[in-house]
């Protein structure tokens, strides 16, 4: 059972992943969006960094702290 669940969460991480790294290589072609490196690298940044926004916000029971880390991740594409 535990492992069926890990599974399902890999998916659901994967395609998010592929989902943002999609919507981050168009951005960038369109020149709405800029960053260095590859989007790759730049969808696992910002789903690592709102994994963590997430756990600060819950921690401190804090949805603002959530918000402000999510506004500094958009502002620095745009």
């Known amino acids: 059972m535990k492992e069926k669940v890990r599974e399902k969460i890999a998916k659901f991480f994967t395609a998010n992943l592929a989902w943002l790294e999609r919507v ?20 696992n940044r910002i789903l690592a960094s709102l994994q963590v926004a997430q756990l600060r916000a819950r921690s401190f029971r804090d949805a603002n702290r959530f918000t402000l880390i999510a506004a500094g991740i958009i502002s620095a594409l745009t």
Do not use: I, N, P, Y
Request: proline share 0%.
């Open 24 to 43: 981050l290589e168009q951005g960038r072609s369109e020149r709405h969006l800029q960053f260095k490196g590859t989007a790759v690298a730049q969808a």
